[in-house]
């Protein structure tokens, strides 16, 4: 048995069910899209960010989640 036919049985008694693949169109289409997949429905939620205290002294700006650390010098933001 595959790894794959594996993971799809496992997926299958669970009652989970995989997205088909996205495929390009075969022919070409004569409207703009925004982005790869323009049928696709997107919702964006803003995020509450913080600048970096030690970034910030150098003269950077990164934004960083409360709690966590800069990935840019690693101290932590509150």
């Known amino acids: 048995m595959s790894a794959n036919f594996g ?3 496992i997926l299958r ?3 989970i069910e995989q997205l088909p693949a996205l495929v390009a169109a075969e022919e ?3 409207e703009v899209s ?3 997949f323009p049928n696709i429905p997107l919702t964006t939620m ?3 960010g913080r600048r970096c205290p030690a970034c910030a002294l150098k003269g950077q700006t ?3 989640i409360p709690g966590k650390r800069c990935p ?3 101290t932590p933001v509150r």
């Open 46 to 48: 803003p995020v509450p």
């Open 28 to 30: 070409p289409v004569d």
């Open 7 to 9: 993971r799809y049985e």
């Open 62 to 64: 990164v934004w960083v």
């Open 13 to 15: 008694r669970l009652g």
């Open 34 to 36: 925004d982005g790869p």
């Open 72 to 74: 840019q010098c690693g």
